[in-house]
């Protein structure tokens, strides 16, 4: 096929697309701009495909993201929409997901001893939310505790929030788990 075929081709193809069709992509491509927007911010913004989820669940996530800023957010259903903060279910030990977030983990407690002037030692992963964005954006729930004998030694529940980054690891938050 010559190059003018396919080009033909291809917008024929493009215009036998259907107007609903059409505008759900548009609508997709602005929700993906605004999410990298506040991405880029440092924000954490309820992001979802609202044709992927009922009006009751988007409200629902809406308002699980907002409360837990993701760290506590339920999995709906079987359903996987695109761009929406879901939570691992079976984290087997040992897997290479569990090493990853078991690495971010070690970084963000790292992060937070750093900025704080303390000495916590991570000990073990609890939960992790994720959501694809140039990598994965980790939303972890882990154990630590202070490396030393140093008063109150029972362990620490934190939240922490790393960007799992396709070339690097960043960690944007860490902070112990409010109550």
Known sequence: MSDSAIAEHEVGYASESLPGEAQRCLKKQKLDEENQNQHQKGKLI???DPDELTEEESQRYGKQVQESQGFDVEKFGSK???GIIMPVVNLQKGS???Q???VCSILAIRAYNNDNGTNYQFTEVI???TYVCSGLMCFITFKAQHAAAEGDDSPKIFQARVHRGITENKVMLCRLKPN
């Open 100 to 102: 990853d977030v078991t």
């Open 80 to 82: 996987c929409p695109f």
């Open 46 to 48: 309820p992001y979802y």
């Open 127 to 129: 939960k992790v939310n």
């Open 96 to 98: 290479l997901l569990h």
